[in-house]
C-alpha cells in the first residue's frame, strides 16, 4: 500500500502534469515549439503530453507550469480559514477582487466538510475543485472573446 505522501506527492505530479499538457494543447504548440516556450528538452514535453511522469520530479514540473503561465494555488493548514495561502501569477489586489460572497459561502461550506474528510479525499476534492476552477476560467475566456468579437463587428 502507497503511503499518503507517496500518493499526494503522485496526485499532485500527475495533476500539474495534465495542466501543462492542456495548456500545451491550448496554445497549439507542437512539442518542439512548447520545448522551446517553456525553456525545457523536447523529450520532457513528450512525457508530460504522453502522461510518463514517473521519472520528472513536482518541483520540475512546477516550474515548467510557471512559465506555462498556469496560476498556481498551494493551500496549508488544517482548515481552510487557517489556512496559509500561496497563489501564483496574482497580485495581493487581484486576489482580493476575485473574492465574491459565492467565494465565501462555498469556503465556510467546504471548511464543514474538511473537518470530516479522510487525507485522500481531501486530495481528491482538491484536484476537483483544480479542474472545475480551469473549466470556469475557460469559460470565461470564452465569454470574453465573444464579447470582443461582438464589439469588433460593431
Given at each position: 500500500?502507497?503511503?499518503?505522501?507517496?500518493s499526494?506527492?503522485?496526485?499532485?505530479?500527475?495533476?500539474v502534469?495534465?495542466?501543462?499538457?492542456?495548456?500545451?494543447?491550448?496554445?497549439?504548440?507542437?512539442?518542439?515549439?512548447?520545448?522551446?516556450?517553456?525553456?525545457?528538452?523536447?523529450p520532457?514535453?513528450?512525457?508530460?503530453?504522453?502522461?510518463?511522469?514517473?521519472?520528472l520530479s513536482?518541483?520540475?514540473?512546477?516550474?515548467?507550469?510557471?512559465?506555462?503561465?498556469?496560476?498556481?494555488?498551494?493551500?496549508?493548514?488544517?482548515?481552510?480559514?487557517?489556512?496559509?495561502?500561496?497563489?501564483?501569477?496574482?497580485?495581493?489586489?487581484?486576489?482580493?477582487?476575485?473574492?465574491?460572497?459565492?467565494?465565501?459561502?462555498?469556503r465556510?461550506?467546504?471548511?464543514r466538510?474538511?473537518?470530516?474528510?479522510?487525507p485522500?479525499?481531501?486530495?481528491?476534492?482538491?484536484?476537483?475543485?483544480?479542474?472545475?476552477?480551469?473549466?470556469?476560467?475557460?469559460?470565461?475566456?470564452?465569454a470574453?472573446?465573444?464579447?470582443?468579437?461582438?464589439?469588433?463587428?460593431?
Amino acid at each position: 500500500m502507497v503511503s499518503s505522501d507517496v500518493s499526494t506527492i503522485l496526485a499532485l505530479r500527475s495533476d500539474v502534469a495534465h495542466q501543462i499538457a492542456r495548456r500545451v494543447k491550448q496554445l497549439g504548440l507542437s512539442q518542439l515549439a512548447a520545448a522551446r516556450h517553456l525553456a525545457i528538452p523536447q523529450p520532457t514535453v513528450s512525457k508530460i503530453v504522453n502522461g510518463r511522469i514517473k521519472d520528472l520530479s513536482l518541483e520540475l514540473l512546477i516550474r515548467i507550469a510557471v512559465r506555462a503561465g498556469l496560476a498556481m494555488t498551494l493551500q496549508t493548514g488544517q482548515v481552510p480559514e487557517e489556512a496559509g495561502v500561496f497563489r501564483s501569477g496574482c497580485s495581493a489586489r487581484a486576489l482580493r477582487a476575485q473574492t465574491s460572497a459565492l467565494n465565501d459561502k462555498a469556503r465556510v461550506t467546504l471548511a464543514r466538510f474538511e473537518r470530516d474528510m479522510t487525507p485522500t479525499q481531501k486530495l481528491q476534492a482538491f484536484l476537483e475543485h483544480n479542474s472545475l476552477i480551469e473549466k470556469l476560467r475557460a469559460a470565461g475566456r470564452t465569454a470574453d472573446a465573444e464579447r470582443t468579437q461582438r464589439t469588433t463587428r460593431s
